[in-house]
Nanobody, 127 residues
């Protein structure tokens, strides 16, 4: 599984931003997907997750009500994509955002145990 995150940039506090993660490889529909973020000098933290079916979602308390994770798939060309819609961004949410994937034997949106990681995309929120 290969992951390519995009959509980061510089925004002002209160603005919105949409991140995308292109997923390539086999068996996309068997993977739960997640978004994490990391600030230099701090541990990477969970942001949001979506189950293999897309029906179950999980969010960090700090982003509930403001961030929305979703996933889609293009049956014809297998360009499967996971999105993170972020609204009302705060300056303290400046970080590198990573998408991740883990095989899921059941339909859950876990906050840990991810096996595959993308390269990250920088999100900078100015106050």
């Amino acid at each position: 599984v290969q992951l390519q995150a995009s959509g980061g940039g510089l925004v002002q506090a209160g603005d919105s931003l949409r991140l995308s993660c292109a997923v390539s490889g086999r068996a996309y529909d068997t993977y739960a997907m997640g978004w994490f973020r990391q600030v230099p000098g701090k541990e990477r933290e969970f942001v949001a997750a979506i189950s293999r079916s897309g029906r179950k979602l999980g969010y960090a308390d700090s982003v509930k009500g403001r961030f929305t994770i979703s996933r889609d798939s293009t049956m014809n060309n297998a360009k499967n994509t996971v999105h993170l819609q972020m609204t009302s961004l705060k300056s303290e949410e400046t970080a590198v955002y990573y998408c991740a994937a883990r095989w899921a034997g059941w339909d859950a949106a876990p906050a840990e145990g991810y096996e595959y990681w993308g390269q990250g995309t920088q999100v900078t929120v100015s106050s």
